[in-house]
């Protein structure tokens, strides 16, 4: 009896990094805005959506700004960072992540993206993953980010399984937040150690192994 049925996945910080293509597509709107953007502001917009994100970036914006003039901006960040995820290949996916997700298929999991990304798919597809997950949950068919479960409780849906028999990993404490908030199981990775809210710690990656087999 498999203590999990399904493992769900944060995209960026858990399967790959992509921060620095994130702070160099906000750093360029934020320059040209005439903004003071650096990587402790960047950090601030782990794991929310991108509208969200530049709210927070415009919290020292000094003007009035229009939706259609968000939006714009909004889209111009995304072309950026999505010029910038073309350098990407599957030599970005660690050797290590990609044996653990095999060992996690050939124990016979399911595995899920959970992302806030609307660009998850073509990340995916750049790290040669494009059909290795079972189901893909992300900012594209989602309403609220996380914290709010919605992209974790998708995820289970789209596979087919009972909430409480997945588990999902996550970098961010707003996403171990959804995960809790959505009756499910966490393991957290990289920062989201500090927070003290996974139900596991995960010191590396292959750790993954050891909690489902327990």
């Known amino acids: 009896m498999k203590k999990y049925n399904a493992i769900i996945f944060d995209l960026d910080g858990v399967i790959c990094h992509t921060d620095q293509y994130h702070y160099e597509a906000w750093k360029a709107v934020a320059d040209e805005l005439g903004i003071y953007f650096d990587e ?7 794991g929310v959506s991108r509208m969200e994100s530049f709210e927070i970036i415009l919290e020292r914006y000094e003007k009035e700004m229009s939706e259609a003039d968000k939006e714009h901006w909004l889209t111009k960040k995304n072309e950026i960072y ?18 653990t997700l095999d060992g996690l298929r050939e124990s016979g999991h399911k595995l899920a993206i959970g992302s806030s990304s609307k660009n998850a798919r073509f990340i995916l597809g750049q790290l040669g993953l494009g059909e290795y997950f079972d189901a893909i949950s992300d900012g ?27 588990l999902v990993v996550e970098d961010a404490e707003a996403g171990l937040k ?7 199981d ?17 010191a590396t990656f292959s750790d993954l192994l050891k909690v489902v087999e327990n």
């Open 178 to 184: 959804a995960a809790i908030a959505g009756g499910m």
């Open 40 to 46: 402790a502001i960047n950090n601030r917009l782990r």
């Open 82 to 99: 999505k010029a910038l995820l073309k350098n990407m290949s599957p030599a970005d996916l660690s050797l290590e992540v990609k044996e």
């Open 186 to 202: 966490c393991a957290a990775i990289g920062d989201a150690v500090g927070c003290g809210l996974g139900t596991y710690n995960l």
């Open 140 to 166: 594209n068919n989602i309403s609220k980010s996380k914290p709010d479960p919605e992209v974790f409780v998708k995820a289970a849906e789209y596979i087919e399984e009972a909430q409480k028999h997945c």
